[in-house]
C-alpha cells in the first residue's frame, strides 16, 4: 500500500468518543476473571490492556457504520465467559483487528504510516500465527488481519509521557475482580457464572462508576490487511530472534527483553510474525470510494506530513 491509502479515523465527537472507551472499560473489567494472564501482569495493568485491545475494534465499526461498510461483529461476539475468537465477518471472510499502540510527538506520526510493522504474535505453538488459516466458521472463505494502530502517548526526547486512558476502580473494587480471577483462573466456562446485572450491581457498590480518565482521543490509523496470499512476506521479529532483512538494523533495534521500531515509536517484548504494512494491500483498496466520501475521518495525503 501507499501512504496516500491510511486512513485516519479523528472525526467521532467526544460524547460518542467516551461511551465506547466505557463498553470497552466494562469489557475489560467483567472479563478480567475469565483472561489468562500468560506474562504475570497485575490485574489493574490487565484491565488496562483488554480495554485498549478493545478500543481499536469499537472505533472501526463507528468508522464502518458510518461510511456504508457493514462489517458483522456480532457473529464473532462471545459471552464475557468465554474466549474471543474473531473479530467480525466481512465479504465472506472472518477478520482479525491486529493494532498496536505508539508513541510520537503531535497528533500524526511525522513520518510515514506505512512503514509500521505488521505485527501477528508468534510467541508458540498454537499462537495467532499458527492459527492464521483456520476458519472457526466453516461457512466462511478464510481469514484476514486488519492492521491498525492508535497513539499511546507522547515520546519526548525518548522517554514516554502520560499515556491517553487510565483506569479509575477503587482498592475494594480491584479486590473483588482479583478475587474472581483468583476463582475462576482465566479460564472459559461452560455457562454463565454470574449475570451481568448482579456483577455490576455489587460492582458498583464497592466503589464510584467513573471508571476511566481519558487524556487525549487518539485517531485510528487504518492501514493494510493481510491473507494466505500474503504469509510469505512475514517473518519472526522479537528481542531473540533475527530478522533477515537487509535494512533490519535501521527499522528496529533489539534490546535484552523487548524490540523497539522506528526510534521507539513502536515497541514489542514478544515474537511476532512480522512485515512492513507497506507490502501488504491496504483496506482503503477495499473501498476505494472512501477516497472521496469518507465519514469521521481522512485519508492521508503527502500535505499530511
Given at each position: 500500500?501507499?501512504?496516500?491509502?491510511?486512513?485516519?479515523?479523528?472525526?467521532?465527537?467526544?460524547?460518542?468518543?467516551?461511551?465506547?472507551?466505557?463498553?470497552?472499560?466494562k469489557?475489560?473489567?467483567?472479563s478480567?476473571?475469565?483472561?489468562?494472564?500468560?506474562?504475570?501482569?497485575?490485574?489493574?495493568?490487565?484491565?488496562?490492556?483488554?480495554?485498549?485491545?478493545?478500543?481499536?475494534?469499537?472505533?472501526?465499526?463507528?468508522?464502518?457504520?458510518?461510511?456504508?461498510?457493514?462489517?458483522?461483529?456480532?457473529?464473532?461476539?462471545?459471552?464475557?465467559?468465554?474466549?474471543?475468537?474473531?473479530?467480525?465477518?466481512?465479504?465472506?471472510?472472518?477478520?482479525?483487528?491486529k493494532n498496536n499502540f505508539?508513541?510520537?510527538?503531535?497528533?500524526?506520526?511525522?513520518?510515514?504510516?506505512?512503514?509500521?510493522?505488521?505485527l501477528?504474535?508468534?510467541?508458540?505453538?498454537?499462537?495467532?500465527?499458527?492459527k492464521?488459516?483456520?476458519?472457526t466458521?466453516?461457512?466462511?472463505?478464510?481469514?484476514?488481519?486488519?492492521f491498525?494502530?492508535?497513539k499511546?502517548?507522547?515520546?519526548?526526547?525518548?522517554?514516554?509521557?502520560?499515556?491517553?486512558?487510565?483506569?479509575?476502580?477503587?482498592?475494594?473494587?480491584?479486590?473483588?475482580?482479583?478475587?474472581?480471577?483468583i476463582?475462576?483462573?482465566?479460564?472459559?466456562?461452560?455457562?454463565?457464572?454470574?449475570?451481568?446485572?448482579?456483577?455490576?450491581?455489587?460492582?458498583e457498590s464497592?466503589?464510584?462508576?467513573?471508571?476511566?480518565?481519558?487524556?487525549?482521543?487518539?485517531?485510528?490509523?487504518?492501514?493494510?490487511?493481510?491473507?494466505?496470499?500474503?504469509?510469505?512476506?512475514?517473518?519472526?521479529?522479537?528481542?531473540?530472534?533475527?530478522?533477515?532483512?537487509?535494512?533490519?538494523?535501521h527499522?528496529?533495534?533489539?534490546?535484552?527483553?523487548?524490540?523497539c521500531?522506528?526510534?521507539?515509536?513502536?515497541?514489542?517484548?514478544?515474537t511476532?510474525?512480522?512485515?512492513?504494512?507497506?507490502?501488504?494491500?491496504?483496506?482503503?483498496?477495499?473501498?476505494?470510494?472512501?477516497?472521496?466520501?469518507?465519514?469521521?475521518?481522512?485519508?492521508?495525503?503527502?500535505?499530511?506530513?
Open positions: 500500500m501507499e501512504e496516500d491509502e491510511v486512513i485516519i479515523v479523528d472525526g467521532i465527537s467526544d460524547a460518542d468518543y467516551d461511551s465506547l472507551i466505557m463498553d470497552c472499560v469489557y475489560a473489567i467483567i478480567l476473571p475469565f483472561t489468562v494472564n500468560r506474562m504475570n501482569i497485575q490485574n489493574d495493568r490487565r484491565v488496562l490492556n483488554i480495554a485498549k485491545g478493545k478500543i481499536a475494534e469499537a472505533i472501526f465499526n463507528y468508522f464502518c457504520q458510518g461510511n456504508g461498510i457493514h462489517p458483522d461483529f456480532k457473529v464473532c461476539a462471545t459471552p464475557f465467559w468465554e474466549v474471543d475468537k474473531r473479530d467480525f465477518v466481512l465479504n465472506g471472510n472472518e477478520w482479525d483487528i505508539y508513541y510520537c510527538v503531535g497528533t500524526e506520526y511525522k513520518g510515514k504510516y506505512t512503514d509500521f510493522p505488521a501477528i504474535p508468534n510467541r508458540f505453538d498454537g499462537d495467532q500465527w499458527s492464521r488459516d483456520k476458519i466458521n466453516p461457512n466462511l472463505e478464510g481469514v484476514e488481519f486488519l491498525t494502530f492508535l499511546a502517548a507522547d515520546l519526548v526526547n525518548g522517554k514516554r509521557k502520560q499515556e491517553f486512558l487510565e483506569i479509575n476502580l477503587s482498592d475494594e473494587q480491584m479486590k473483588f475482580i482479583s478475587d474472581l480471577y476463582r475462576y483462573q482465566g479460564k472459559t466456562q461452560q455457562e454463565a457464572p454470574f449475570t451481568e446485572e448482579k456483577f455490576w450491581a455489587k460492582f464497592l466503589g464510584d462508576m467513573n471508571l476511566f480518565t481519558l487524556y487525549s482521543r487518539p485517531s485510528l490509523v487504518i492501514t493494510a490487511y493481510a491473507n494466505k496470499s500474503h504469509w510469505d512476506k512475514f517473518k519472526n521479529t522479537g528481542p531473540n530472534v533475527k530478522y533477515r532483512n537487509d535494512d533490519s538494523l527499522w528496529y533495534k533489539k534490546s535484552e527483553k523487548a524490540l521500531f522506528l526510534n521507539g515509536t513502536i515497541w514489542t517484548k514478544i511476532n510474525s512480522t512485515c512492513r504494512v507497506s507490502q501488504l494491500p491496504s483496506f482503503l483498496s477495499l473501498y476505494p470510494q472512501l477516497q472521496k466520501n469518507i465519514v469521521y475521518g481522512h485519508v492521508r495525503s503527502s500535505a499530511t506530513r
